[in-house]
Nanobody, 116 residues
Framework: QVQLVESGGGLVQPGGSLRLSCAAS????????MSWYRQAPGKERELVAA????????SYADSVKGRFTISRDNAKNTVYLQMNSLKPEDTAVYYC?????????WGQGTQVTVSS
């Protein structure tokens, strides 16, 4: 079955950096686009970044453009989210996502807290 396991979250000061990882299994990773979402308390889950199969096409939410970078390593079945210049408003639970047909699959999430 599909499994997505996120890691790398934590507490960081404003202006700091974190790198999230999502290890995928149970499906042919290299032929699926992958995404990162986040959900802050009291808010809806929102798309943060997405990456196509070949790693040559990426897209970002306006709020993170120029600060976050999504990448993938198909040999390791892993997708990453490098987050720089973090702001308090980036505080949220971050989720890895893959869509296969009509089904969305999610990891358990990893908490990112940006605070001084």
């Amino acid at each position: 079955q599909v499994q997505l396991v996120e890691s790398g979250g934590g507490l960081v000061q404003p202006g700091g950096s974190l790198r999230l990882s999502c290890a995928a299994s149970g499906f042919p990773f290299s032929v699926y686009g992958m995404s990162w979402y986040r959900q802050a308390p009291g808010k809806e889950r929102e798309l943060v970044a997405a990456i196509a199969i070949t790693d040559r096409s990426t897209s970002y939410a306006d709020s993170v453009k120029g600060r976050f970078t999504i990448s993938r390593d198909n040999a390791k079945n892993t997708v990453y989210l490098q987050m720089n210049s973090l702001k308090p408003e980036d505080t949220a639970v971050y989720y890895c996502n893959v869509r296969r047909g009509f089904n969305d699959y999610w990891g358990q999430g990893t908490q990112v807290t940006v605070s001084s």
